[in-house]
């Protein structure tokens, strides 16, 4: 990914608040010719250590889909979550000579895979993604019958993500201080894309003082 200095973050608590508001990511790997396989699926951020360190991903994919072979050959991969992001005028300015852009967050992860193959470890990282999504459903899973449990099991190819390296990018038109109150103003009488921004330039502290 292209990441400006400008634009890069080195905080791991914004990355991780993306992560897991926006759990639904994109896994990238590379078929047999080399050439890039994506699977969009929902991810479970387990933090182990302080600072980020010792960061996780919990996933499946189904047993036909092919990127598990290639996980299994290949086990790097590129795991993208992407933030709120919406078109920025250049109406924000002071001065007429501005171009118009785009403003978006994204993590990009890279991570090596190990699979997970045993009923109960399968089990654990499905009960993760429950509760993170339908916590009310716990209880009629866990009152599945057994062999149907299994069945289900044997459809999914389910892994651990390793974290290896984590690039973060916040793009809110940083270095150009002069738009933010503006820029500010205008997200926050927008949509919910426009509105998350906002959240996110007062969360940075941009715009909220005139410059």
Not at 24 to 53: C, K, M, R, S, Y
Not at 91 to 111: I, K
Not at 131 to 149: K, N
Not at 182 to 189: K, V
């Amino acid at each position: 990914m292209y990441l400006p200095p400008q634009f890069a973050t080195t905080d791991p608590a914004i990355a991780l608040a993306l992560m897991r508001a926006h759990p639904f990511a994109q896994l990238i790997t590379t078929d047999d010719d080399g050439f890039p396989f994506l699977t969009p699926l929902p991810l479970h951020v387990v933090e182990a250590g302080e600072g980020g360190e010792g960061l996780t991903l919990l996933g499946h994919v189904a047993r036909p889909n092919p990127q598990a072979a290639h996980l299994r050959a290949r086990p790097q991969a590129l795991a993208v979550f992407n933030g709120p992001h919406a078109y920025m005028t250049p109406r924000v300015y002071p001065d007429l000579q501005r171009v118009p852009t785009w403003n978006y967050l994204t993590v990009q992860a890279r991570v090596e895979a190990r699979f997970i193959d045993s009923f109960d470890d399968k089990d654990r990282l499905l009960k993760h993604l429950i509760h993170d999504h339908d916590p009310a459903y716990a209880e009629q899973w866990r009152g599945l019958p057994e062999d149907f449990q299994h069945k289900l099991m044997q459809g999914i190819h389910a892994f651990e993500l390793r974290v290896l390296e984590l690039r973060c990018k916040v793009k809110l038109n940083q270095h150009r201080r002069e738009s933010h109150a503006a820029m500010l103003r205008l997200y926050e009488q927008g949509g919910e894309q426009e509105q998350a921004l906002a959240g996110w330039m007062r969360r940075l502290n941009l715009g909220t003082t005139e410059p």
